[in-house]
């Protein structure tokens, strides 16, 4: 009998497995905003809607580079050749740490090409090859992340097709069975046990871009993707606008992995919980307080309030921002980002407590914290710069001590009081 790697599957039908296991593993993605606050599973689902101009394809291209999956497959449904020809000259130059060794990044990634100007039909069908692809890669062990760019161009080859087929259209031209389609797809992701032996288990996490006229997240194939995906980072045109890159809003968007993979960051460090917790309060607060600011200027608001504005400013410009075009900022392992997050919240939350400590003639406001610690907030500033190859032992020993100097220059500023 011959035996022989390739096998003949429908793509539109899903393959077999065992049984569907709960995720307990995360996707490190190597961008802060994501593993920080809101990270997915291997074998989960999430969505990256935004405007033209947001950055879905260079995020969805940096989870291809810098994630932890064994496997990636990227399709590009409908987008501009130039970026499938960009995945071409940039990724055989790329490599990634596999087992401590350096490998070429082509050699764990598939592509599926489906650009814009070829038949509707092969649009509709590269979504279908590409997830069955992950799954011929699922079934042999493997951890796969696929990239989905962009479903809104697949969910249009769809609509083409319906019309032609002179079916009774639904919202926005769309079929009536969209939603099912998505549905049907998403569902394709997880983390399994493989039929066959030896027993093993594998993940297809699904990442799809969505482009919704206009950036208007009400669009029908935004709104079936949000009913239905777990993870759902959500970019904002006015902070793409400003430069700030990735452009994620952390007030929209949402991670329902958050609880699953607790046990799995705390392995890392015990408080990751409550440093995220902490940190999205802080956002959280800052919005609130912008308003207030713009009415009646920043003079009107208490010192704890002026506090959390800086911080968060911080949070913002130095921790959620990163320049993938730096030798130093093009990624970012898990270490570095909950040391960042530590050292961050450890400041916030002495600065807070100063300030509650001490009233009257010894009270301290946020001007003379920010006086005493001019040194201490542009060191907090610079932790971005340290390299992201350096093991976790160097960002262990550095960050503590980072923390345990914020600590110790509020102790002083106590004594002196």
């Known amino acids: 009998m011959t035996v022989m790697l390739f096998q003949r599957w429908p793509v539109r039908q899903a393959r077999p497995c065992v049984e569907k296991l709960q995720g307990k593993e995360a996707l490190l993605t190597c961008e802060r905003v994501i593993d920080a606050l809101f990270p997915v599973t291997l074998g989960g689902t999430a969505a990256v809607p935004g405007a033209f101009g947001c950055g879905k394809t260079v995020i969805s291209q940096a989870l291809s580079k810098y994630s932890n999956s064994d496997v990636v497959v990227y399709?590009?449904?409908?987008?501009?050749?130039?970026?499938?020809?960009e995945v071409l000259s940039d990724f055989p130059e790329l490599t990634t740490m596999i087992d401590g060794k350096e490998e070429p990044i082509m050699q764990r990634t598939t592509l599926v090409a489906n650009t814009s100007n070829m038949p509707v039909a092969a649009r509709e069908a590269s979504i279908y090859t590409g997830v069955t692809t992950a799954e011929y890669f699922r079934d042999q062990g493997y951890n796969v992340a696929m990239m989905a760019d962009s479903t809104s161009r697949w969910a249009e080859a769809l609509r083409e097709i319906s019309g032609r087929l002179a079916e009774m259209p639904a919202d926005a031209g769309y079929p009536a069975y969209l939603g099912a389609r998505?549905?049907?797809?998403?569902?394709?992701?997880?983390?399994?046990?493989?039929?066959?032996?030896?027993?093993?288990?594998?993940?297809?996490?699904?990442?799809?871009?969505?482009?919704?006229?206009?950036?208007?997240?009400?669009?029908?194939?935004?709104?079936?993707?949000?009913?239905?995906?777990?993870?759902?980072?959500?970019?904002?045109?006015?902070?793409?606008?400003?430069?700030?890159?990735?452009?994620?809003?952390?007030?929209?968007?949402?991670?329902?992995?958050?609880?699953?993979?607790?046990?799995?960051?705390?392995?890392?460090?015990?408080?990751?919980?409550?440093?995220?917790?902490?940190?999205?309060?802080?956002?959280?607060?800052?919005?609130?307080?912008?308003?207030?600011?713009?009415?009646?200027?920043?003079?009107?608001?208490?010192?704890?309030?002026?506090?959390?504005?800086?911080?968060?400013?911080?949070?913002?410009?130095?921790?959620?921002?990163?320049?993938?075009?730096?030798?130093?900022?093009?990624?970012?392992?898990?270490?570095?980002?909950?040391?960042?997050?530590?050292?961050?919240?450890?400041?916030?939350?002495?600065?807070?407590?100063?300030?509650?400590?001490?009233?009257?003639?010894?009270?301290?406001?946020w001007n003379s914290i920010y006086a005493s610690t001019k040194g201490l907030i542009k060191k907090i500033t610079d932790m971005k710069f340290e390299l992201p190859r350096q093991s976790e032992e160097h960002f262990r020993k550095t960050f503590v001590a980072l923390h345990e100097e914020v600590l110790a220059a509020f102790r002083t500023l106590a004594e002196e009081k």
């Not at 449904?77 to 970026?83: A, D, H, I, K, V």
């Open 75 to 85: 399709v590009g449904c409908g987008e501009r050749g130039n970026e499938m020809a």
């Open 182 to 365: 998505l549905a049907s797809f998403y569902e394709r992701s997880g983390r399994v046990t493989c039929l066959g032996n030896p027993v093993r288990e594998g993940s297809i996490t699904i990442v799809g871009a969505v482009s919704p006229p206009g950036g208007d997240f009400t669009d029908p194939v935004t709104s079936a993707t949000l009913s239905i995906v777990q993870c759902f980072w959500g970019l904002d045109k006015k902070l793409a606008q400003r430069k700030h890159f990735p452009s994620v809003n952390w007030n929209i968007s949402f991670s329902k992995y958050i609880r699953i993979l607790a046990p799995y960051f705390e392995t890392y460090d015990p408080e990751y919980s409550m440093l995220q917790q902490q940190m999205k309060e802080i956002l959280q607060k800052e919005d609130d307080l912008q308003e207030i600011v713009q009415l009646v200027g920043k003079d009107s608001l208490s010192e704890d309030q002026k506090c959390t504005l800086e911080v968060a400013k911080i949070i913002r410009e130095d921790f959620l921002q990163q320049n993938g075009f730096t030798d130093y900022d093009f990624m970012c392992p898990l270490a570095k980002t909950i040391g960042m997050m530590k050292v961050i919240v450890g400041f916030h939350e002495a600065a807070q407590k100063a300030m509650a400590e001490f009233s009257g003639e010894h009270k301290v406001g």
